[in-house]
């Protein structure tokens, strides 16, 4: 596992998460937290398509409850760490909403 230097944190305007993102899953599911704090997040999509991207942005949007406007990557998009923000949110009620999603 790389080392991250990003975490879960208050930003100025919302708040920033670490993902971990694991393509072509059978579902779109959030399925738990790494010891750093990093969120684990299955993704139906290819990684090869475009798509995948914008479908974790709509899935993570629907998590948190907020317009699909309000998320976005902000760092690795090609890979499978990456950090979205969100705009508008305080990291506990982020925090809250992951916790309550996961399976």
Sequence with gaps: MNNRKYVLHDGKRGSALALRVTPRASRNQIVGLLNDGTIKVHIAANPADDESNDELLAFMSEVLGVPRSRVEIVA????????????????????????????
């Design 76 to 103: 690795g998009e090609s890979g499978r760490d990456k950090l979205i923000s969100v705009l508008d949110m305080d990291v506990e009620t982020a925090h809250q909403r992951i916790v309550a999603h996961m399976d």
